[in-house]
């Protein structure tokens, strides 16, 4: 996000309340298929797990009830189970968690079993039928890494080990300190918390058309969690960074509390 890039600035750049993170990048492209050949390594192990105890329960009965049997478990090991997993975990699989990546939307919030289901469904024909082929070429050339079943499903893979740099806190304003001491500021959701902090490092890059457009989007939807609003005329700088300000002061104060009590409560000095 820079003064020259001020057409970048989507909605995806301040992503909403319940985003992952704002600058985890896409998985590169060496970590995807190391993370997809473990979990194709997996799947067949529980291919074959499975595939022998179906075809065990179904030796000696007819050969319809043997395809039928067959026939689930490949759906249960090559959809259900991934899908499944994606869901529960939020956007991980073994190999995922193994390598520190994880599945998220579009907006980079995380994903349903919609999208999950629409991936593996997809995973089964480019990455089991056709070896891998159409997803390793998709990722080659997409700029987030994605594969078929990822535009289908409009989900990407991130990194998430990644150390992530934030900008000095910002200093209340002065002129908002009485206004502050009796707000009712409620905690921002962490994607819109880390965006405001992003933006405030960030706003004397921007342009100023991009710069107000910015923080005039991230201050309406901080308003929509404080009452009374600011003071007529304030601007959106002042008003984001005496709201971030106001809330780690009085997030500080209340661990402090709270510390203090388990103390007493313990003997613990």
Do not use: C
Not at 6 to 15: E, K, N, R, S, Y
Not at 60 to 74: G, N, P, Q, S, Y
Not at 192 to 205: I, K, N
């Amino acid at each position: 996000m820079t003064a020259d890039e001020p057409a970048t600035l989507t909605d995806d750049d301040l992503v909403t309340g319940e985003a992952v993170a704002l600058d985890l990048p896409p998985a590169s492209l060496a970590l995807r298929i190391a993370s997809g050949l473990m979990d194709v390594s997996l799947a067949a192990v529980l291919l074959v797990a499975v595939g022998l105890v179906a075809t065990t329960a179904t030796l000696r009965t007819d050969e319809a009830l043997a395809w039928v049997a067959f026939i689930a478990t490949l759906v249960t090991v090559l959809v259900v189970v991934p899908a499944a997993t994606e869901t529960l975990t939020r956007g991980r699989t073994l190999g995922k968690w193994a390598l520190g990546l994880r599945t998220v939307r579009d907006d980079a919030g995380p994903i349903s079993f919609h999208h999950a289901f629409v991936r593996a469904l997809l995973g089964v024909v480019e990455v089991y039928a056709l070896s891998g082929a159409p997803a390793f070429l998709s990722a080659l050339v997409n700029g987030r890494g994605k594969r078929l079943g990822d535009h289908a499903a409009g989900t990407y893979v991130v990194r998430e080990r990644v150390r992530l740099h934030l900008p000095p806190p910002p200093v209340l304003p002065p002129e908002l300190a009485g206004w502050a001491r009796t707000a009712d500021i409620r905690p921002l959701p962490t994607g819109l918390a880390l965006a405001v902090r992003q933006y405030l490092g960030r706003a004397a890059t921007l342009t100023p058309p991009a710069r107000a457009e910015v923080g005039g989007r991230l201050a309406g939807q901080v308003l929509e969690r404080v009452a009374p609003p600011p003071p007529p005329g304030t601007p959106p700088e002042a008003f984001l960074a005496a709201v971030v300000a106001t809330r780690r002061e009085r997030d500080t104060e209340r661990l402090a509390r709270e510390a203090a009590l388990v103390r007493r409560l313990t003997g613990r000095g």
